[in-house]
């Protein structure tokens, strides 16, 4: 089941809101068996009038693909960084709910408690769903680190302070790493494991490749026509 509370809100009550709901981020392993990994992100149609939320599945030790959704919501919020998930979350739980199964890991095209509240869109989804989360983001968002090691599969902690946020993760030698945080019910070395399990030949995992994909626009109309 999933959970909700109210989206109309301003930057400062959704500031607010992330701060109450951090509190609730489980950040030790609660996985089961992982059987089917998926791939969360959006993309935006008429002139970023609509969020396209979508939704990739694949088999956990092939990573081929099982199933995929999209669901379509008008945009409500501004594009602010650190509050990205109070404009994309709505249409992605959209198109959660309409998975045949839900998916037993999630990874997440963005952060997870490598933000600033250790509230990113990864721990939203994960708190409000209750399904184990990841984030896997192409850029950082605060914290900061140390050389990473050119080696495919090498990492170093992200700092904030005193406190590791997060894992800057080469996926691919000499390739731009990602910036790996839990999101809920996961812990940092799991998040970093399964974010490489999930690489292939490509600096992103194939979760985000995939759902990015099918929310480009060049699939939106193979998807509205029942596609996959």
């Not at 791939?39 to 956990?60: C, H, N, P, Q, S």
């Amino acid at each position: 089941m999933i959970a909700t509370h109210p989206w109309n809100l301003d930057p400062a009550q959704a500031r607010e809101l992330q701060r109450e709901l951090a509190r609730r981020v489980v950040l030790r392993d609660g996985l089961g068996e992982v059987q089917r990994v998926a791939g969360v992100d959006v993309g935006f149609e008429d002139g970023g009038a609509t969020v396209r939320g979508a939704i990739a599945v694949l088999d956990a030790d092939t990573l081929e693909p099982l199933e995929e959704t999209v669901a379509r919501r008008a945009t409500t919020f501004p594009y602010i960084p650190g509050l990205l998930s109070f404009r994309e979350l709505p249409a992605i739980l959209d198109a959660l709910d309409a998975l045949r199964r839900p998916p037993d890991l999630v990874l997440c095209d963005g952060q997870g408690t490598a933000h600033p509240r250790r509230f990113g869109i990864a721990c939203h989804l994960g708190v409000l769903t209750g399904l184990p989360t990841i984030g896997v983001a192409k850029s950082r968002l605060c914290g900061e680190h140390g050389p990473v090691p050119q080696d495919k599969g090498a990492w170093v902690p992200l700092r904030d302070g005193n406190e590791i946020i997060g894992g800057v993760v080469r996926t691919r030698a000499g390739v731009r790493p990602l910036y790996v945080s839990p999101g809920h019910r996961v812990s940092l070395a799991t998040a970093v494991a399964w974010t490489l399990r999930c690489t292939t030949r490509y600096r992103l995992p194939e979760t985000t490749r995939r759902a990015d994909r099918i929310a480009s626009r060049r699939f939106a109309s193979h998807l509205a026509s029942g596609g996959a």
